[in-house]
């Protein structure tokens, strides 16, 4: 007995190792290939300056859409952010999502809003009532929408979809803020591919410990919680390196819901997001990649690494790992919605190289190793572990890894050197060790957790993460627009 | 020692020596681009203010830029370049006259030629910020460069040249059903060019491509060109391939010959969906009332086009 234990024991150590050799060289040449194509953007000569894009008339006009429930903290700031953004014809839609704190109130105090009449494209679908629509009087940019909560981030974003009147649309959060050019960046974008773009999506970075006034970041920095400062590490690899490789590939399935810029009339044709999925910017992305492949339209979906949004990140193990759990049974979900694209050659390098690459690796990744950690002790237990074998396989896997995050800072480092602090180089350099060495580990266990709900196919609905927002509560109370530092 | 061991220890130095390696490089980066910043900002404050002086004296000594060498001599290009861009008449052709001087425009003619995309675009992009004299046609070669950068770069400089005979080339552009260079970058180089180029645009109405006549036709109303109000009516009555392009961009135009071209095409046209657009225009000026039998009968533009009203 203890034989053939030791015999599938052995042969699972082996599978892992394999496994985790095999994930860490795909996501090694997929950030040197976005490192590469980023560093390449960087030094190419602009056909077009953000400047021209500003004066030419043909522009197109932007809805940049903001859901806020509960959003008394960061609102304000926020908001005053996006309508400071610098482009020529931008409107900005907020959804009050049946907010049972301030958020109305603070809008009201600070904008002036006056009810309207707007027309609502009955082609999105909404889930709970709208209340009503109001414009402000003090920018009449600015329209909010008040509505019942559906219990999803999606059925706010698809109110706003219903009153946006703009060819594009530009989705986010209440806790995220813009580089002042974000907007040209993307419409720069439109401009260069105007028949085929449908889509693009921008960087996300965390804003932890960064100075921010009235929605304008002045001085970004690393976080000063580690839990913070490890999602930056993560953010770069994945949002941003990873993404770009994978648009480079045209084969794109994730644009972040804080910052997806999309065709009005693509997201009218699909009836808007998806109300009930968990992860609805993902399922949005694989829904246009079919819709397109399967009307028979060329089409491009696009990340851009240049446009930045700042979004404010867990800073607590405990409200991170309720992200993660969502993220991946958001992901389980989407696979197995669109589980008829997967291995399908009709959708390309979607069905034979994206949704696979994500179905093994990104979600069954976390059980095996989830599993390969608990192997690994259950043959320490029996004693059928070679202890000095074990230690050196691990430490190989574990290098490997803290190589891969390596470069990824290194390839920060050569093109947006963002964090100009040396100090911030080396927080963030500790967090990339301490994310490979026990965060990862831990992160494994969340995501199993994440997909074992999936299939259980327990009630699940969004919970809006506990904010410290861009101000401290007295200062965002009295809507201030004084300069504070986040989590610090 | 196994072989296997050896596989370990030696993927253990490769890891290590990797990681070390990755470390280094970035750290030796990081304090090497602090250091060249710095010393570049110290030497632009030295630069700027006597580039500054040179543009406020009546009869600068040019000569005074032209011994520098290294680092310096390629900021002074640097900030002459991205000064002249913002700046008009006979400052701008100082700062011109000093690139010529110090032989930057000839290494630009040179690098044209460049088999690298990232020096030609370079070097079509300060030719057409300085609207160096006798650029045109080689910019107007790189028009059809096998690099997509270089020949959008090149589109964008041709505009800044602000040379009207230029138009006939930027719409060719137009012409080919493969699209070299994006459409939008077409327009904007005719808008850089401005009201002079409208003669040349009137011509291109008649071109044989309906995509360079539909953008020619578009061009001049934003340019608000009431000359082209005629060319622009007959269009509209004649070619069904530019008519609304060609109603909008008489809208755009202002004055009482744009708002006698609209009334004349409300009475002489024959399809309904121009008479529909023209009614819209025309009552946007005040100058109709659409009766509401009419109003159910149009497209969805029109309904929106009352509605907003």
């Given at each position: 007995?203890?034989e053939?234990?030791?015999l599938l024991l052995?042969?699972f150590?082996?599978f892992?190792?394999?496994?985790?050799?095999?994930?860490n060289?795909?996501?090694l040449?997929l950030?040197v290939?976005g490192g590469?194509?980023?560093?390449?953007?960087?030094?190419?000569?602009?056909?077009i300056?953000?400047d021209?894009?500003?004066?030419?008339p043909l522009?197109?006009?932007i809805s940049v859409?903001?859901p806020?429930?509960?959003e008394?903290?960061?609102?304000i700031?926020?908001v005053?952010?996006?309508l400071?953004?610098?482009?020529?014809?931008?409107?900005?839609?907020?959804?009050?999502?049946?907010s049972?704190?301030?958020t109305f109130?603070?809008?009201?105090?600070e904008?002036?809003?006056?009810?309207?009449?707007?027309?609502?494209?009955?082609s999105?679908n909404?889930?709970?009532?709208?209340?009503?629509?109001?414009?402000?009087?003090?920018?009449?940019?600015?329209?909010?929408?008040?509505?019942?909560n559906?219990?999803?981030?999606?059925?706010?974003?698809?109110a706003a979809l219903?009153?946006?009147?703009?060819?594009?649309?530009?989705?986010?959060?209440a806790?995220?803020?813009?580089d002042?050019?974000a907007?040209?960046?993307?419409?720069?974008?439109?401009?260069?591919?105007?028949?085929?773009?449908?889509?693009?999506g921008?960087?996300?970075r965390?804003?932890?410990g960064?100075?921010?006034?009235?929605?304008?970041l002045e001085?970004?920095?690393a976080?000063?919680?580690w839990t913070?400062?490890?999602?930056?590490?993560?953010?770069?690899?994945?949002f941003l390196?990873?993404?770009?490789?994978w648009?480079?590939?045209?084969a794109?399935i994730i644009?972040?819901?804080?910052?997806?810029?999309?065709r009005?009339?693509?997201?009218?044709?699909?009836?808007?997001?998806?109300?009930?999925?968990?992860?609805?910017?993902?399922?949005?992305?694989?829904r246009?990649?079919k819709?397109?492949?399967d009307s028979?339209?060329?089409?491009?979906l696009?990340f851009l690494?240049?446009?930045?949004?700042?979004?404010?990140?867990?800073?607590?193990?405990k409200?991170?790992?309720?992200?993660?759990?969502?993220?991946?049974?958001?992901?389980?979900?989407?696979?197995?919605?669109?589980?008829?694209m997967?291995?399908?050659?009709?959708y390309?390098?979607?069905?034979?190289?994206a949704?696979?690459?994500?179905?093994f690796?990104?979600?069954?990744?976390a059980?095996v190793e989830f599993v390969?950690v608990a192997?690994v002790l259950?043959?320490f237990a029996l004693?059928?572990v070679?202890?000095s074998?074990?230690?050196?396989?691990?430490?190989?896997a574990?290098?490997?890894?803290?190589?891969?995050?390596?470069?990824?800072?290194?390839?920060?480092?050569?093109s947006y050197r963002?964090?100009?602090?040396p100090?911030?180089?080396f927080?963030v350099?500790?967090?990339?060790?301490?994310?490979?060495f026990?965060?990862?580990?831990?992160?494994a266990?969340?995501?199993?957790?994440?997909?074992?709900s999936?299939l259980?196919?327990?009630e699940?609905?969004?919970?809006?993460?506990d904010?410290?927002?861009?101000s401290?509560?007295?200062?965002a109370?009295?809507?201030?627009?004084s300069?504070?530092?986040?989590?610090? | 020692?196994r072989?296997?061991?050896?596989?370990?220890?030696?993927?253990?130095?490769?890891?290590?020596?990797t990681?070390a390696?990755?470390?280094?490089?970035?750290v030796?980066?990081?304090?090497?681009?602090?250091?060249?910043?710095?010393?570049?900002?110290?030497?632009?404050?030295?630069?700027?203010?006597r580039l500054?002086?040179?543009?406020l004296?009546?009869e600068?000594?040019?000569s005074?830029?032209?011994?520098?060498?290294?680092?310096?001599?390629?900021?002074i290009?640097?900030?002459?370049?991205?000064?002249?861009?913002?700046?008009?008449?006979a400052?701008r052709?100082?700062?011109?006259?000093?690139?010529d001087?110090r032989?930057?425009?000839?290494?630009?003619?040179?690098?044209?030629s460049?088999?690298?995309?990232?020096?030609r675009?370079r070097?079509?992009?300060?030719?057409g910020?300085?609207?160096a004299?006798?650029?045109?046609?080689?910019l107007?070669?790189?028009?059809?460069?096998?690099n997509?950068?270089?020949?959008?770069?090149?589109?964008?400089s041709?505009?800044?040249?602000?040379d009207?005979?230029?138009?006939?080339?930027l719409?060719?552009l137009?012409?080919?059903?493969?699209?070299?260079v994006?459409?939008?970058?077409?327009?904007?180089?005719?808008?850089?060019?401005?009201?002079?180029?409208i003669?040349?645009?009137?011509?291109e109405l008649?071109?044989?491509?309906?995509?360079?006549?539909?953008?020619?036709?578009?061009?001049?109303?934003?340019?608000?060109?009431?000359?082209?109000?005629?060319?622009?009516t007959k269009?509209?009555?004649?070619d069904d391939?530019?008519?609304?392009?060609a109603?909008?961009a008489?809208d755009?135009?202002?004055?009482?010959?744009?708002?006698?071209?609209?009334r004349?095409l409300?009475?002489?046209?024959s399809?309904?969906?121009?008479?529909?657009?023209?009614?819209a225009?025309?009552?946007?000026?005040?100058?109709f009332?659409t009766?509401e039998?009419?109003?159910?009968?149009?497209?969805?533009?029109?309904?929106l086009a009352?509605?907003?009203?």
């Amino acid at each position: 007995m203890v034989e053939i234990i030791r015999l599938l024991l052995g042969w699972f150590d082996q599978f892992v190792l394999i496994y985790f050799l095999l994930f860490n060289s795909i996501f090694l040449v997929l950030v040197v290939a976005g490192g590469v194509e980023v560093i390449r953007a960087r030094r190419q000569v602009q056909p077009i300056s953000l400047d021209e894009v500003f004066a030419y008339p043909l522009t197109p006009s932007i809805s940049v859409v903001v859901p806020a429930f509960n959003e008394e903290l960061s609102i304000i700031d926020s908001v005053h952010g996006m309508l400071n953004l610098r482009y020529p014809s931008h409107e900005v839609i907020v959804v009050d999502d049946g907010s049972t704190d301030r958020t109305f109130a603070l809008m009201d105090a600070e904008f002036d809003l006056e009810p309207c009449e707007v027309s609502i494209d009955e082609s999105i679908n909404v889930l709970a009532p709208i209340l009503g629509t109001y414009r402000s009087r003090v920018d009449s940019r600015l329209i909010v929408v008040r509505k019942v909560n559906a219990g999803t981030r999606s059925d706010a974003v698809n109110a706003a979809l219903a009153v946006a009147k703009q060819p594009l649309v530009c989705m986010t959060d209440a806790d995220s803020i813009f580089d002042p050019d974000a907007l040209l960046l993307v419409a720069r974008a439109y401009l260069r591919d105007p028949e085929r773009t449908v889509g693009v999506g921008g960087t996300i970075r965390a804003v932890n410990g960064s100075s921010v006034t009235r929605g304008y970041l002045e001085d970004a920095k690393a976080p000063t919680t580690w839990t913070a400062r490890i999602q930056v590490v993560e953010y770069l690899r994945s949002f941003l390196l990873g993404r770009v490789a994978w648009s480079r590939m045209k084969a794109l399935i994730i644009v972040s819901g804080a910052f997806g810029v999309y065709r009005r009339e693509l997201l009218s044709e699909l009836g808007g997001l998806d109300p009930e999925a968990l992860a609805e910017d993902a399922e949005l992305v694989v829904r246009v990649h079919k819709h397109m492949r399967d009307s028979g339209r060329e089409y491009r979906l696009a990340f851009l690494p240049d446009p930045v949004c700042w979004t404010e990140v867990p800073n607590s193990l405990k409200q991170l790992a309720k992200q993660r759990r969502r993220w991946s049974r958001g992901l389980a979900e989407v696979l197995w919605l669109h589980r008829r694209m997967i291995f399908n050659p009709r959708y390309g390098r979607i069905g034979m190289l994206a949704l696979p690459y994500y179905l093994f690796f990104e979600l069954l990744g976390a059980i095996v190793e989830f599993v390969g950690v608990a192997a690994v002790l259950l043959g320490f237990a029996l004693g059928l572990v070679n202890t000095s074998m074990a230690i050196i396989v691990a430490i190989v896997a574990l290098l490997y890894a803290t190589v891969l995050s390596a470069v990824t800072i290194l390839i920060e480092e050569f093109s947006y050197r963002r964090y100009t602090h040396p100090r911030d180089l080396f927080m963030v350099a500790i967090a990339s060790l301490i994310e490979i060495f026990g965060f990862r580990q831990i992160h494994a266990y969340w995501r199993t957790h994440g997909l074992i709900s999936a299939l259980r196919r327990t009630e699940s609905t969004w919970e809006k993460p506990d904010r410290e927002g861009f101000s401290s509560p007295g200062t965002a109370a009295r809507a201030t627009a004084s300069t504070v530092v986040l989590d610090a | 020692m196994r072989g296997s061991d050896l596989l370990l220890a030696l993927t253990l130095g490769v890891l290590i020596g990797t990681l070390a390696a990755v470390i280094g490089v970035t750290v030796f980066h990081h304090v090497w681009t602090r250091r060249r910043n710095q010393q570049e900002a110290e030497l632009a404050e030295e630069i700027r203010p006597r580039l500054m002086e040179m543009l406020l004296e009546d009869e600068p000594d040019l000569s005074l830029f032209e011994t520098e060498q290294g680092l310096r001599s390629r900021l002074i290009d640097d900030l002459a370049a991205a000064l002249i861009s913002k700046l008009r008449g006979a400052d701008r052709q100082r700062l011109v006259l000093l690139l010529d001087r110090r032989g930057a425009l000839d290494r630009a003619r040179r690098r044209l030629s460049s088999r690298r995309p990232s020096v030609r675009a370079r070097a079509v992009q300060l030719l057409g910020s300085t609207g160096a004299p006798g650029a045109l046609p080689d910019l107007v070669s790189l028009l059809r460069d096998r690099n997509r950068t270089v020949r959008e770069v090149a589109t964008r400089s041709v505009g800044r040249l602000g040379d009207p005979s230029a138009t006939c080339f930027l719409l060719a552009l137009l012409a080919t059903p493969e699209r070299s260079v994006p459409e939008h970058l077409v327009r904007m180089a005719l808008f850089r060019l401005g009201r002079p180029a409208i003669p040349n645009l009137i011509r291109e109405l008649g071109h044989y491509s309906s995509d360079v006549r539909r953008c020619a036709a578009d061009v001049l109303g934003h340019l608000g060109a009431a000359e082209a109000v005629e060319p622009l009516t007959k269009l509209a009555l004649l070619d069904d391939d530019v008519a609304m392009e060609a109603l909008a961009a008489i809208d755009r135009i202002d004055g009482p010959t744009s708002a006698d071209a609209l009334r004349k095409l409300n009475t002489e046209t024959s399809s309904a969906e121009l008479r529909a657009a023209v009614a819209a225009a025309l009552e946007r000026r005040g100058e109709f009332e659409t009766p509401e039998s009419e109003v159910a009968a149009t497209p969805v533009e029109r309904v929106l086009a009352v509605g907003n009203g």
